[in-house]
């Protein structure tokens, strides 16, 4: 069955500073994996998706993640954190046959401090 | 472009009474449609979801039910609402047959009193 995990249940990250976001997956084929964003009291926001390609993707806002097959992660980064990105972070898989149903992982929550 | 919307934004209402949530997506047809339930602190709880009208898939055992009267209606429901099931409650619509993206609505606030 196909998992997402995201270890982190908070970071808190200087703004200025970089930011790495890590999410590890299970899943028995080539995956679709995601990355959105919840500001408090909102829906989610579709920052980044990887489906095949470059490993590396580039999403909105200057988010980037590194999809590692090997590592069975897809981990988000962003070189410098502005107090705007402070929100909550889902990672999820997907199939890439057919109807398939996300996964999401339990979510990050960001604190930007000054 | 497509858009998606869910009411009411926040609803309180007494353990016991009947709930009635709706989710309408504009600017695409026959996508899928899903329920999500948000816990506080909590991660996301796939309820329900639809592929096409009158077709309803349950993810979760409970008093919640849901209906897809029209392509861009959803809607969850509830006879008897327990105080578990307060929460948020996102609705979301992917495209059927791609890559089963999910866009969210803006999501319903409920507290069960």
């Known amino acids: 069955a196909q998992s997402v995990t995201q270890p982190d249940i908070h970071i808190t990250v200087s703004e200025g500073a970089s930011l790495e976001l890590r999410c590890n997956y299970s899943y028995g084929a080539t995956p679709y994996l995601f990355w959105y964003v919840q500001s408090p009291g909102q829906g989610l926001q579709l920052l980044l998706k990887y489906f095949s390609g470059d490993t590396l993707v580039q999403g909105i806002k200057g988010f980037e993640a590194e999809f590692k097959r090997s590592q069975s992660s897809f981990n988000l980064r962003k070189p410098s954190v502005h107090w705007s990105d402070a929100a909550e972070y889902f990672c999820?898989?997907?199939?890439?046959?057919?109807?398939?149903?996300?996964?999401f992982g339990t979510g990050t929550r960001l604190l930007v401090s000054p | 472009s497509q858009t998606i919307h869910q009411w009411p934004a926040t609803l309180v209402q007494p353990v016991g009474s009947p709930l009635s949530l709706e989710c309408t997506v504009e600017?695409?047809?026959?996508?899928?449609l899903y329920w999500y339930r948000q816990a506080a602190g909590r991660g996301l709880q796939l309820l329900f979801y639809s592929v096409g009208i009158g077709q309803i898939s349950s993810e979760v055992p409970q008093n919640l039910s849901a209906s897809r009267p029209q392509d861009r209606q959803f809607i969850l429901s509830s006879k008897k609402l327990l105080l578990s099931d307060s929460g948020f409650y996102l609705c979301?619509?992917?495209?059927?047959?791609?890559?089963?993206?999910?866009?969210f609505g803006p999501g319903t606030r409920l507290t069960v009193t």
């Open positions: 979301a619509w992917s495209v059927r047959g791609a890559s089963n993206e999910q866009y």
């Open positions: 600017g695409t047809s026959n996508p899928n």
């Open positions: 999820a898989v997907g199939g890439n046959t057919g109807f398939q149903k996300l996964v």
